[in-house]
């Protein structure tokens, strides 16, 4: 059994694992917010909420695919280096720009004050106070954990000694 396509599952899994616990607290967010525009007659959206689920919901698809037809075709396109390298690579940014936007919006909305302090005024708030971190630190371990195996990946093409081409054989099918 190949290490690395073991670490690839392990990687895409606990990707999807953690885009479902960011789909949560953004949707988590979004639902206190929409309660707060309520009791304020306004409308609006965070937009790193909305981020949030947009990028959870894409890795959480695109990962299944890339497993999934791994799991069920040899030798798929999907499951070689020349393909996954980049594409994840899109993916581990846009977790950056997930977790950036997220601090930086909850700078600029709560502006250093304790989330603690809302607690009287509107609750939810609080709430939405207290999920910007969780947000943006399962946003960086999945970039964490995304770009670490691309790289891995990059560096195993790179320096692989088979006399077959690693950029077009997939993972599963190397060293057989």
């Not at 594409?87 to 997220?102: D, K, P």
């Not at 709560?110 to 708030?125: H, L, M, N, Q, R």
Request: glycine fraction near 4%; charged fraction near 10%; include cysteine.
């Amino acid at each position: 059994m190949n290490l690395l396509w073991l670490y690839r599952v392990f990687t895409l899994v606990l990707a999807c694992i953690l885009s479902l616990v960011v789909i949560a607290l953004c949707a988590h967010t979004s639902s206190h917010l929409d309660n707060i525009l309520d009791y304020l007659h306004l409308t609006g959206s965070f937009p790193y909420a909305d981020l949030g689920i947009a990028i959870g919901c894409i890795t959480i698809v695109t990962n299944i695919i890339l497993l999934g037809l791994d799991f069920f075709f040899d030798n798929i396109f999907t499951s070689m280096p020349i393909f996954e390298i980049p594409w994840l690579c899109i993916v581990w940014i846009l977790w950056i720009s997930v977790g950036a936007t997220t601090l930086s919006q909850g700078n600029q909305l709560f502006k250093g004050t304790p989330c603690s302090e809302y607690a009287v005024i509107f609750p939810d708030a609080k709430d939405i106070c207290n999920d910007i971190h969780p947000i943006a630190i399962v946003a960086f371990v999945n970039f964490a954990l995304l770009f670490l195996y691309s790289m891995s990946s990059l560096v195993a093409a790179l320096f692989s000694s088979s006399s077959s081409s690693t950029w077009t054989t997939s993972l599963k099918n190397r060293g057989k």
